[in-house]
Every structure is written in C-alpha cells, then in structure tokens.
C-alpha cells in the first residue's frame, strides 16, 4: 500500500482517538470511533507501518501511545502469521524507536516508556534466545547512547523477569527456554545492572554534590543549577535499576547476590543514605535479606551484621527519623525496619548448635537498633518487630545470649509502654495519633489492629519472662504499686456512666488496662516457669493485699482490678488464709452499682451500662474460674460461700438471671469435690428447690405450653407507650430466664469424680458396658429430669412462636420482637461496633431491645441444656422414654417457619453434641429416629434457598445489594451460607470418622472463608463411615437425602462447603451404595452434580483438586462400566479443560490394558 494511503488511514486514526478522548464527544460518537479502531487493530493488512507512523514522537502523547499500542497488538496476536521479513523490520523499527524516537527521560511520558517496553518484551518472548540470540548485546549498545535509552533498557528487563518469572504469563515450554536463557546469562545481567546503577549514582552524586563514600567516587563539587537536569536524569535512571535489581534479587542464585565480597549488598547499604535512592535500595536489600534457601549459600547474608553495613543502617534510620514525619521518610523506616526483622530471621537460621556460624560483634548494636523501631512512636513500626523478638527469645542459642539477657529489661519496659492503648487516627493525645493517620483509615482499623498486636505482645513476654520471669514480676509489681497511687485522670471525655468516671479514652483508663495486660501475661508466666520453692510468694501476696484494700467507684478500673486479683490468685494457694479477703471482694463486685440506691430499687429508668454490668460479669466469671481451677482451696470456705450466695439470691432483684446462676454454677463446681453421691444429690436438691417450685407450677406449666399464654405473660402482646421506661412485664421474662439458666448452670457443672476409684467409692459408679467402659450417674439427673417435660414444652412453644398467626398477635411495639438483634446481624455481616458502644451505652436501650434479647437468648440456652444433657447424665438421659419422639414433637416442630438464624445454634449446640456424646447402643433407639427426618428435611430446605439465591443472581446480577452490604438480601444470603456450612459440618460429624471431630464446634462468621482454603486437597483415604453413618445409610430415604444434599451442595455458592463436602463426605457416602446396582439415571446424576459443581468452583484450584479427584474417583467406580447417559452440555464444556482430558486419557489406557 502506498505511502498517501498509510497517511490518509493514519489521519483518520487520529481523528478517531480524539474523538475517542475528548470529554466533548457524544457516547454515540466514541462508540463509533472505538470501532473503527478495533476493526483497524484486528483486520487491517497495513497495522505495522500505520502503527509506526503514529508513534512518531512529532505527534501527540496520546496518539503515540495509540500507534504503540497498534504494534503491541500485532506482536501478541499475529507475530506467528507474519513474514519473517516483516518481523524483522517492525523490531528493527522498534528498536529504532527506542533509540531515537522518544523524547529525553525527563519529559518523555511514563505511558509512553511503559508500552514500549511491553512491545520488545513481547517480541523478546516470542523469539529469544532461538531467533534473537543478540538481544542482551543490542540492549548493551542501547544502553551506551544516554539516559533515555538506558531506563527503558531497565524496564525491559524488568518486565521480562515478571512476565517469565514472577507472572509466569507465557506458556510452560517457553517459559522454560527463557528462563534458563536468563540463568545461563545472569552473570552478564547483574554486571550491567550493578555497572548502570554505579555509573549513574556517581554520575548523580558529584553533580549535586553529595559527600563521597567510596574511593571510587570523587571529591564532592558544588552543585552546578545547569547541570540540574542531567542530575536528576542519572537519579532516575538509579532508581530504574534498583527496581529492576529488585526483580531478580527474589529468584536468582545466591551466588550473585553475594558476588565479589557482596558489592551488590555493599552498595544498597550506602544507598540507603541517598534520599532518592534509598526506598529503592531499602527495597532490594530486604529481598535479599528475606532470601530462603540452602544455610550455606546463605551466610555471606551475615556480612551485613559488619562495622560498614550497621553503619549504613542505623545511620540512614536516624537521619529518616530525625526529619520528621514525612511520607517518604516514613515509607522508607518500614523498610529498614523490615530488613533488620529479616536480618534477625536470617541470624535464627544460620546460627545453631551444629552450625559454625558465630554470634556476630555487632550483635549488641543490632539489638539496641532493634529497640529502637521497638520505641518508635508509630504503632505499626513498633508491631514490626514483635515477630523477631519472638524468635529471638526462643532461640535454643541466642536465647541463652548475655546480651539478649540484658535486653530483657528494656523490652519490657519498652512493652510497658506499647501496651498502652493511644495512636487512635481521630485523636491528637499522643505522637503516635499522627502516624497511625498514614497507617490507618478509621478508630476501628486501629482498634482492630490494636487488639492483634496486643495479643502478639502478650506472647513475646510470655517468652521474655520465660528467661527471666523475676524481671517481669517485678516490673509488674512496680507498675501496679504506681497505679493503685496515682490519681484518676478522666480526661476531656467523661464516661455516660456517671459524672468523674473513666471512659475507654481517659488517660487513667488506658494506663490500667496496659498494666492489667502486663501484670497478667507475666505473672501467670512466672508461675509456669520457676519451682515451687523460687516463687515470691511474699511479694506477691503484698501486692494482692494492696489490690484487695484498694476501693474505686469506676467500673472500667474496678473491672482491671478484678483481673489484678485472679492474676495474683495464685498465690493463695501458699496462704489459704486469705481465700476469705478475696471472696468478700469478688461478692462486693458482684452487686457492684454506680448509684448505690440501684441495688435495691429495680430502675428501669437508669439501666447499667456496659462498663457496670461487666464488672459484674467479671466478677461472677472470676468466682466461677476460682471454683474451677482451685477447687480443694475453696472447699474448706464452702459453707461460707453458700451462705453468701443464699444471702444475695433472697433478694430477687439484687442479681440479675445470669449473675444468680453464675454464682450456683461456682457452688456445684466446688460440690463436686464432695465425691459423695448422696450428699451432693442433696445440695442441688436444695439449690434448686426454688427454681423447681417455680418451674413445676401450675401457672408456669399452663405459660410454658400455650403459645398464646407466654406471649401474654412475657409481656409481648403489649402496646407499650414509652419504650424506654415502661416494661410491666420485665419481672416475668426474668423468672423464666432463672429457671432456664440454673438448669443450665447445673446440667453444665455437676459431675462425678474423675477417678474411677473415687467415683466408686462416693456411690457414682453404676455398672459397666460391654466395652468395660464405666457406667456413672450423676446426682443431679433426678432433679433435671423431672424438669424435663417443661422445658420441651417451652421449646415447643417458642418454635410455634413463629407461625405467622402467632406474630400476628405479637402487639405493636414488638412486631420485631422475634428478629435478630443488630449486633447478630453485624457480627454476619462483619460490620465494626462503634468503640464507645462497647462500654458507654446500656446493654439493651428500649423495651423491644431487651425483649429481642430474652428470646435469643432463652432460645439458645434451651438447646445448650439439651445438648449437655447427653455428655452429662448419660444412660439416664438416653433412656428417658420415648425421647425421639419428645425431641421430634418439640424441638423439630414448625421448622419451617423457624429463620435461619435460630436454626444453626440448634444445629450447633444441640444436635451435632448430642450425635457425639451418644454412644452406639442407642443409635437406633434416638439418634436415626431424630435425624432421619431431620436429613430430610434439611435438604429440602437447603435446596429451595439455593434456587431462590440462584434465580435472584440470574434476574439481576448488578444489585443493588451488591453495593449495600447491610442489605437485607445480602443478610439472607451470607445466612444461607453459613447454614449450608453448619448442616454439611453435622452430617460430616455424623457421618465420616475421623474427619468430623476435628471440625470446630462453631462456625465462623463471617464471609471471606473462602480466602483461607487450601490448594492442595486430597481425600483422606482413610475417610470411613461411622457406624452411625452406617445406621443411617440403611434407611432409604435417609439415604437418599444425605447423598443428594451432599451432591447438590457441590453447586451451590459456597466454597468452602463445596471444598469440605467434597474432601471429606461425598465419596464416603457413594462408596456405601456401591455394592448395590445403581440406576444409570442415578449415576449419571452424580457425575454431573460433581461437573455442576466444577462449573461453580472450578476456579479455585482447592475445589478443582477436590472436584476432579472425585469425578475421577466415580468415574472409574461407576461411569466408565455404566450405560448411563451424562449431561452432553456440562460433559462436553469441561471435558476441554487439561484435567478432564488428562483424566479421559488415563481412563482411556487403562480400559484398553484390560
């Protein structure tokens, strides 16, 4: 085509990408104009010299990126039909544009540079080294003609190591070819990266005149303003190689890295005081540090940890921190910080017992380096290094170091320090508020990442007193002496609480909470690291008697003090005598009010926030930890402790329901050191008499069985006029909630003795198995059985709560009462809490609130008494008559009116523990009756929810609830999902051996699950059915829904269940009805489901693993011997991919070897 034509094609080109890029251009216009410009791209014979001609530098930036990228496109989508002449002339072409055709480095466009170094990679990747076996020699001669040329030099061989290295976008052969073409000449490469990066930093040091450090480098000049450009011009082309070194320092051997005494790291070590080199040098030192591989290979690493290279090191650190806060800086402290935590990873590594690698001199220096990123007052810094100390502690060498001994001390005085809550971006109280507003975007970010760090602290000085735990006790004892002394600082923001209270801000507050922390990590510590005879039991009880005298008004420093006080419970156990002082101040907390009328005049008007109600709880769990951990040390004071508990549950509005059964849960605890049958069946005899007469009465049966009666009696029928202040009802809610509780409570504790001997001979043991297993009885079984029909029935009637003639009668202020409350649906929704509501604001606000609490929470703890009712009484309670059909007929009844959110907790806390407590004899007798069923039932229900789910992303994929994550669709669906995971976790449990038990007895809630999958799966092969798995596979139609539910969630939109189900439960479950002849139309239904699911989650390489290797497994058990017809569209769609192929080929050898 003649040359007037390549310029008309050209003209209207450009005329096309201006349209295409004027903001003024109609939609219709740059549709139009997009086009013709891709049809150009795609069809036109002439694309070349149109491309080369637009990307002339005469013309615009943005029509020379345009003609670039014409030539990018002919070399990734026709190089392979083109004439070898024309390759040769559009790469002659290209690199002629490399040469003279762009503008200087400084004013040329980053767009521009970037394409055209996309174009040589992407001939590079076609034709080296078998075509172009001179390429690395032509970008040498490139390189030699100036700066322009030599940065895009460095962006080409950047791009190069991505694409074959890091990316790995090009296919496996030639990946292969180009890599070890790379290898064979990685010493030529490095050469010319460390030659350009020297030349152009000396080149760029004396014309700024910056300090010499090296001989090499000539004395310092004074900066010449004219030679400005050409300075900055050097500077940048430095900073090309750096990112250029930085993407072969990951991959390549060692050995280049630590060639000619480690120039390469020597260098990067006096860049780091170059402030425009130095992120860039900061870069590619901590790749290298951070290198793994053989120890050997690794230990020139340790020239670093030299006089020079410390030097370098500590010197640029102080230089960036003594500037200020500035961004660049900042950048530039994480990465040193980064390097010396490498460095320190590095130095754990190497050094060892059977290694001849020594503790470095400057291993001193590096320590005191260390502490100070360690003191820094940037949060995120100071994290940092937390991982490092740790591995530092706890190694088998340095761990015994004198020097690390003597930075002990000062870690944990540096900790004391960290422990302390402050950095928050929003607020201005600390120098470390400033940084944390690069680091974080919210108070919530922070907090979050504020509570992990803690945590990690807590573990680093668990280690650090592990080598010196009298340090730490010490400091501990300091800080808390100081603290009980110090004055209350509330700060500028007053707690809701009461006037002069702390609130989670106030200066006080966060320094009681950090010592709190402290004094709990290392003293529990010290405990489990010193003998009996080197604790200092003296010390410690002084300071337990200077918590116990210390009196305060403020719940969230009562709450620290309460915590101070089990930390140092230990000690008691040398001094028993002072068990009574520690009760007296356990009980006071337990009552504890801000206005102390509250105690005895129920005020609904003043509900007690959360800061007072978890000194409460606090105190309560104490008791309860106290009673549980150090039982044969309260047992003596027993009578007491009664009496006391006795004393506070007389008055019925002193405690609330969950504080009263706290403290009886403390009692049965510490009844179970009766070790006698009869006496302890007589104490909860009398500690429940009062629940039982409540319980068992006349009227409370009547409420407990009629749904329209409780909804009377709770008060949820009521029209209440002030929300806020009016609650008739309350007290009634309260006394169900009491009974429902202590049952709980007492379920939950009683127990008998460990020891068989001792269980014989306080009366416990009742007989034998036919294992040999013991046979025990619990005492408190009587008193729970005959509570028993009560309880169904209130089940029975909250489950018929939710029929829709029931709600209906719900009154008007609690239309919502059954709904979830709000911090349900954030926690599934994974939305933060406000900080401030954690503490400030009352547990439940209005009427509804609270009436939204009593039915959740009743609801779960009525199926957690069930669900500990099997581990507790056994026998007695498997063998109550007629169980399943009770269970069935209360429990199970009007499922499908009942939400998702109320079925998983029964799933969880009542059958999956009921299924795993019972043993094998009463399988068939109450576990296959119950969850026949329920199997049944819960695929059917299952499978509609996914079709609803399905059909909804099919009618509209854009949304809206995609963009609203508070939405009530993207509620009900993350619900869905996260009950398909608890139903295929229970049929797991019930199921596969093995595999079930070790799976959480919770589920997680949340939505990024997916993330955390492995990508390598293989199914166990000692996956076995269990013999209740076994029981229920007999049943037909039990049969028949867990292998549909099992398959079918295969296609459903949850990939963790997907991967789950498919590793532990799918082929367990088929290979029970292998023995029998299943239809084709089965068959093929399985195999498809499995395509059906590969379809769904294919792209997650766990689910493909999982998926192939079952479709293999059915296919050589089932398909391959089977006249069943597949599904041809799913077939035939997947059997293109390279794992159904390479499948169909091992089939396909093996058949014809038959």
């Avoid at 002394?485 to 320094?511: H, R, Y």
């Amino acid at each position: 085509m003649s040359a007037e034509q390549v310029s008309s094609l050209c003209e209207q080109l450009v005329k096309a990408v201006t349209v295409i890029m004027d903001p003024a251009s109609t939609q219709r216009y740059r549709l139009e104009a997009l086009k013709f410009c891709e049809e150009f791209k795609e069809k036109c014979p002439i694309c070349v010299p149109c491309g080369l001609k637009l990307a002339e530098k005469t013309q615009t930036a943005i029509v020379r990126h345009f003609g670039l990228q014409i030539l990018e496109h002919v070399v990734k989508f026709r190089w392979n039909n083109m004439p070898r002449l024309e390759k040769v002339y559009l790469k002659n072409n290209v690199m002629g544009l490399i040469s003279s055709g762009t503008q200087s480095i400084l004013e040329e466009e980053s767009h521009i540079k970037d394409v055209l170094s996309r174009i040589v990679v992407e001939m590079i990747k076609r034709e080296w080294p078998q075509h172009w076996p001179d390429m690395l020699k032509e970008l040498d001669t490139l390189s030699k003609q100036g700066e322009t040329q030599t940065e895009l030099v460095m962006f080409i061989l950047l791009r190069l190591a991505e694409d074959v290295v890091t990316f790995q976008t090009l296919p496996t052969q030639r990946r292969r070819d180009i890599q070890q073409t790379l290898t064979q000449n990685m010493e030529k490469i490095f050469s010319f990266l460390l030659t350009t990066l020297q030349q152009n930093v000396n080149k760029y040091r004396r014309m700024v005149g910056a300090p010499q450090e090296q001989e090499a480098l000539t004395t310092p000049q004074k900066t010449d303003l004219a030679q400005e450009p050409k300075a900055q011009a050097n500077c940048r082309v430095g900073i090309a190689a750096l990112n250029t070194l930085a993407g072969y320092i990951d991959w390549v051997a060692l050995s280049h890295i630590t060639a000619d005494n480690c120039k390469l790291l020597e260098m990067l070590c006096l860049l780091l005081n170059e402030p425009e080199l130095q992120i860039g040098a900061a870069e590619c030192l901590l790749i290298a540090v951070s290198r793994k591989g053989k120890l050997e290979d690794r230990k020139p690493l340790m020239v670093l940890f030299g006089d020079v290279a410390m030097h370098y090191i500590l010197s640029a650190a102080q230089t960036a921190d003594g500037e200020g806060l500035v961004e660049k800086h900042y950048v530039f402290l994480k990465r040193l910080c980064q390097v010396l935590c490498a460095l320190g990873s590095q130095l754990c590594a190497l050094l060892g017992s059977d290694s001849d690698v020594e503790t470095p001199a400057n291993f001193g220096k590096y320590l005191d380096s260390f502490l100070a990123f360690t003191t820094h007052p940037s949060q995120f810094l100071r994290s940092s290094t937390q991982i490092t100390w740790g591995a530092l502690f706890r190694h088998e060498v340095l761990s015994r170091d004198p020097l690390l001994l003597a930075m002990i001390p000062k870690y944990l005085r540096a900790s004391m320090t960290n422990l302390v809550k402050v950095g928050f971006p929003s607020k201005t109280d600390s120098p470390s508020c400033e940084y944390s507003r690069f680091d974080f975007d919210s108070d919530e970010d922070f907090n979050a990442f504020f509570n992990s760090f803690r945590a990690q602290q807590g573990e680093v000085m668990r280690m650090a007193c592990r080598l010196d735990p009298r340090t730490g006790f010490q400091m501990a004892g300091e800080w808390l002496k100081y603290q009980l002394t110090a004055p209350v600082d509330t700060g500028p923001m007053n707690s809701k609480t009461g006037e002069g209270l702390c609130s989670i801000f106030s200066p006080s507050f966060v320094q009681w909470d950090a010592m709190t922390f402290f004094s709990e990590s290392v003293i529990s510590q010290m405990f489990r690291t010193l003998d009996k005879d080197q604790i200092p039991v003296n010390d410690g009880i002084d300071l337990l008697q200077l918590v116990l005298n210390f009196e305060t008004k403020d719940p969230l420093i009562l709450s620290c003090v309460l915590t101070n006080v089990s930390a140092l419970f230990p000690f008691v156990t040398y001094r028993p005598e002072y068990l009574p002082q520690v009760l007296s101040k356990l009980f006071a907390s337990v009552t504890f009010e801000v206005i102390e009328e509250s105690k005895f005049v129920m005020s609904v008007q003043a509900p007690r926030t959360r800061a007072v109600k978890n000194v409460r709880r606090h105190a309560c769990s104490s008791i309860i930890k106290m009673c549980r951990d150090y039982p044969q040390l309260v047992l003596p004071n027993f009578e007491m402790l009664y009496n006391h508990v006795k004393q506070l549950l007389s008055n019925e509005l002193l405690l609330t329901q969950m504080e009263k059964c706290a403290l009886m849960e403390a009692l049965v605890l510490i009844s179970n050191q009766f070790k006698d049958y009869e006496r302890q069946k007589a104490f909860l005899e009398e500690l429940m008499a009062p629940v039982a007469g409540l319980w068992l009465s006349p009227e409370m049966q009547r409420v407990l069985s009629d749904p329209e009666a409780f909804i009377s009696y709770v008060g949820a029928d009521n029209k209440i006029a002030d929300p806020v202040l009016e609650d008739p009802s309350g007290l009634n809610r309260s006394r169900i909630s009491f009974c429902v509780y202590t049952i709980l409570g007492v379920v939950k504790r009683a127990r008998w003795p460990a020891a068989t001997e001792e269980a014989k001979a306080g009366g416990f043991l009742v007989g034998y198995m036919p294992s040999g297993s013991p046979i025990y009885r619990n005492p408190c079984t009587e008193q729970v059985l005959k509570l028993l029909d009560n309880l169904l029935a209130l089940i029975r009637t909250h489950n018929n709560l939710y029929k829709p003639e029931m709600v209906a009668r719900l009154g008007e202020t609690f239309a919502k009462a059954l709904d979830m409350l709000e911090v349900e649906k954030n926690a599934i929704l994974g939305l933060p809490q406000p900080l401030l509501e954690l503490y400030d604001s009352p547990v439940y606000k209005t009427v509804l609130e609270r009436m939204q609490g009593f039915f959740c929470t009743l609801y779960d703890n009525c199926f957690h008494i069930l669900g500990n009712a099997g581990p507790s009484m056994q026998q007695d309670f498997y063998t109550v008559e007629g169980l399943a059909t009770q269970l069935l007929s209360s429990a199970f009844i009007n499922l499908n009116n009942i939400p998702d959110y109320r079925l998983r907790p029964m799933l969880r806390v009542f059958v999956k523990p009921l299924v795993l407590s019972c043993p094998s004899e009463y399988y068939e007798t109450l576990v296959c009756p119950m969850l026949g069923p329920l199997f049944t039932y819960l695929h059917m229900r299952l499978s509609q929810k996914w079709q609803v789910i399905n059909q909804r992303s099919m009618l509209c994929e854009d949304d809206a609830a995609d963009d609203n994550p508070e939405s009530q669709e993207m509620l009900e669906e993350q619900l869905v999902r996260l009950l398909t995971r608890e139903v295929m976790d229970l049929i797991t449990v019930c199921c596969v051996s093995k595999k079930g038990v070790e799976h959480n007895t919770t589920a997680a809630v949340d939505g990024d699950d997916d993330e955390a999958m492995a990508t390598e799966v293989t199914p166990p092969a000692s996956a076995e059915l269990t013999e209740l798995g076994k029981c229920l596979m007999k049943q037909e139609d039990v049969c028949t829904a867990l292998l549909i539910t099992a398959y079918a969630s295969l296609s459903w939109k949850d990939t963790l269940s997907c991967q789950r189900t498919t590793t532990q439960l799918c082929w367990p479950l088929l290979k029970q009805v292998l023995p029998g002849n299943l239809l084709p139309d089965a068959v093929s239904w399985f195999f498809t489901s499995v395509l059906k699911g590969l379809q769904t989650h294919g792209q997650h390489d766990g689910c493909m693993a999982a998926l192939v290797h079952l479709a293999f497994q059915i296919y050589e058990a089932l398909v391959r011997n089977s006249t069943c017809y597949l599904d041809a569209r799913l077939a035939g769609e997947w059997w293109k991919t390279n794992p159904m192929r390479a499948w169909e080929g091992r089939a396909a050898s093996k058949a014809e070897l038959c």
